[in-house]
Each structure stands twice: as structure tokens, then as C-alpha cells.
Nanobody
Framework: QVHLVESGGGPVQPGGSLRLSCVVS????????MAWARQAPGKGLERVAI????????DYAHFVKGRFTISRDNAENTVYLQMNNLEFEDTAVYFC??????????????????????WGQGTQVTVSS
């Protein structure tokens, strides 16, 4: 059974940093691409970052470039999201996903569907002063 557990979220002030982790089990982790996506209230799953199976290729949403870094440790079955210089607009529940499939582009972002791939329970990030 595929299982993903996110952690590391919490309250943070603007300009602060958090490091999210996602531990994956039930799949040959090193063979799959991973993604981080976020969901604000009333909105869908907005892609934040992706990383290929080997970790050599990464891509980021335009609104996090230069601030967030996705990485993975295949020996630990874990994917990370280092979040720096956080902004109010980053407030959301952050999810990780195994092999999430192709997103839909609309309103300047890429959006995933929950039925594509496997998803964790999410971890809340709240940026406020």
C-alpha cells in the first residue's frame, strides 16, 4: 500500500523559512518522480515543484523560483521542500505526491487532480505576522 507522510509545516512569519519532508513507502521510490503541491482554502492542488526519479531534474512554479528548493534522498525514501523567504500568499496545505501525472494549466499555474498518482495527508503552512 502506497503511503506518504508530510511533516515540517507550521506557523511562520513573512520572510521566514520551513523545511518540509515527505516519507514515502509502498513503491520503489527511486523509480518515481515526485511533486510538491499546495492547496489554499477553496482552491485546487497547485503545483509547487517537481523532481525526477534520480533527482537531477527539477522544476518550480514561477512564484517560488529562487525561494524554494526541492530535493530527494532515495536511500531514505524522502523528498524535501526547503522554503525560504516565505510570503503571505504561500499559506496553504502542502502535499507531496508520487507520480502525479500531467497537470492542467490555468490561471498562471499548473493544477493536479487528487485521483492522479498518490498523495499524502498534507502539512499546513501558515505565513502571518
Amino acid at each position: 500500500q502506497v503511503h506518504l507522510v508530510e511533516s515540517g509545516g507550521g506557523p511562520v512569519q513573512p520572510g521566514g523559512s520551513l523545511r518540509l519532508s515527505c516519507v514515502v513507502s509502498g513503491v520503489p521510490f527511486s523509480r518515481y518522480a515526485m511533486a510538491w503541491a499546495r492547496q489554499a482554502p477553496g482552491k485546487g492542488l497547485e503545483r509547487v515543484a517537481i523532481i525526477n526519479s534520480g533527482g537531477a531534474y527539477t522544476d518550480y512554479a514561477h512564484f517560488v523560483k529562487g525561494r524554494f528548493t526541492i530535493s530527494r534522498d532515495n536511500a531514505e525514501n524522502t523528498v524535501y521542500l526547503q522554503m525560504n523567504n516565505l510570503e503571505f500568499e504561500d499559506t496553504a496545505v502542502y502535499f507531496c505526491a508520487v507520480d502525479p501525472g500531467p497537470p492542467t494549466y490555468r490561471d498562471g499555474s499548473y493544477w493536479y487532480e487528487h485521483h492522479q498518482g498518490f498523495w499524502g495527508q498534507g502539512t499546513q503552512v501558515t505565513v502571518s505576522s
